[in-house]
């Protein structure tokens, strides 16, 4: 490819301008697009500034939300027009390094987790904001690093790689159209991982990350929507350097 685009803290496929949208404070290197064969610095008129961020497709609003860290503990919000980012108006809360984004079910986007020293998060919100989905029982509450995915095939966002305040490491939660669910079987993944989605095979596959005792480790693991399975093992060196977006 040509024009290669800096080390960015945030990427997510834009669907309505079938585009990857990606994102660093601008001091850093700032706006990005990826039409498939080479990488284009953007010039917006808005130039969101952050520490860090997080971003996902907003299927509602038909546009890539990029949420930022700005101050402290507080995250500003803003969409992408496919040539401007839009601020919105409200804050987020409670999220710090390592939190996630994902589309949802109900076509809006969750955030969740992060960890801001001293303070591990247990924060999920939904934007809009709004009440979230029937609780069926459940309430998610990921602190410290979270990884998210949507899963169009089963219609469910599936959480996991976190440590979660009521259930232990590890736990993978989902959330489809009756609201969220644990998933107690199985082995559950390890920690600190990114993920993509196989919509060839309708499986969600998770690279490296750290196992109970934080040792780097080169494992594929793959989700197929009831139970975690081992699939191959590469060079943990490798799988450090991979940052996966939709």
């Given at each position: 490819t040509s024009n290669a685009a800096p080390d960015l803290d945030a990427l997510a496929f834009d669907t309505g301008h079938d585009r990857f949208i990606g994102w660093r404070d601008p001091f850093f290197g700032g706006t990005w697009?990826?039409?498939?064969?080479?990488?284009?610095?953007?010039?917006?008129?808005?130039?969101?500034?952050?520490?860090?961020g997080v971003m996902a497709w907003?299927?509602?609003l038909q546009r890539v939300l990029l949420v930022v860290q700005s101050f402290g503990n507080m995250r500003r919000v803003?969409?992408?027009?496919?040539?401007?980012?839009q601020a919105e108006s409200g804050l987020l809360f409670g999220f710090g390094v390592g939190s996630s984004a994902a589309a949802t079910p109900q076509g809006d986007v969750v955030v969740s987790g992060g960890f801001a020293f001293p303070f591990n998060y247990g924060s999920t919100w939904f934007w809009p904001p709004a009440p979230p989905p029937p609780p069926n029982g459940?309430?998610?509450?990921?602190?410290?690093?979270?990884?998210?995915?949507?899963d169009p095939v089963r219609r469910r966002t599936v959480l996991t790689s976190a440590a979660d305040m009521a259930n232990g490491n590890r736990t993978t939660i989902y959330l489809d159209v009756n609201g969220w669910h644990y998933d107690r079987g199985g082995r559950r993944p390890w920690s600190t991982a990114p993920m993509a989605y196989d919509s060839w095979r309708g499986r969600l596959l998770q690279f490296g990350g750290l196992k109970w005792n934080d040792a780097e480790h080169g494992e594929v693991w793959q989700f197929d929507g009831s139970e975690w399975s081992?699939?191959?093992?590469?060079?943990?060196?490798?799988l450090s350097l991979i940052h996966i977006s939709e």
């Open positions: 697009s990826f039409d498939g064969l080479s990488w284009q610095q953007m010039a917006p008129s808005v130039v969101p500034a952050g520490s860090s907003h299927e509602n803003y969409s992408w027009t496919g040539l401007d980012w459940v309430t998610p509450l990921l602190r410290k690093v979270s990884h998210s995915w949507y081992f699939v191959d093992s590469m060079p943990s060196w490798a």
